[in-house]
């Protein structure tokens, strides 16, 4: 089951409806393992947010092709990103103001 992240900051910086997880569709014929996993992610380079497939063992941006830094992680994110036990999840890195004042919010789910 995947979840429907919003992203949001105080700036005005505001990403919609990304698919995190994986659904239905990630599960490919003969494999109990889902072959996509998507987290959202941060590109140094570009400036961007973007979800990427955490399956792969590299995790490129998908507009440079450079490494991409997972939310969740320590450089871009201040606390665990989770939403076990809350809708939101606050004090990441955003990609406009470049302060640790994004805000993810879960929104819904999909499969
Ligand atoms: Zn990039
Ligand atoms: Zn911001």
Sequence with gaps: MGIMIDAHCECGFE?????????????????KEPQED???????KCRTLGMT????????????GGKVLMYGWKKVSKN????????KSTG???PQCQK????????????
């Design 92 to 94: 990441h890195l955003c």
């Design 100 to 111: 640790f004042t994004l805000v993810f919010e879960e929104i819904g789910m999909w499969d």
């Design 80 to 87: 665990e990103l989770s939403f076990r036990d809350d809708s």
């Design 53 to 64: 497939d955490t399956v792969p063992k590299t995790r490129v941006c998908e507009h440079c």
């Design 15 to 31: 990403s919609r409806m990304m698919g995190a997880g994986y659904g239905f569709h990630s599960f490919r014929e003969g494999k």
């Design 38 to 44: 998507y987290w959202p992610s941060y590109c140094p």
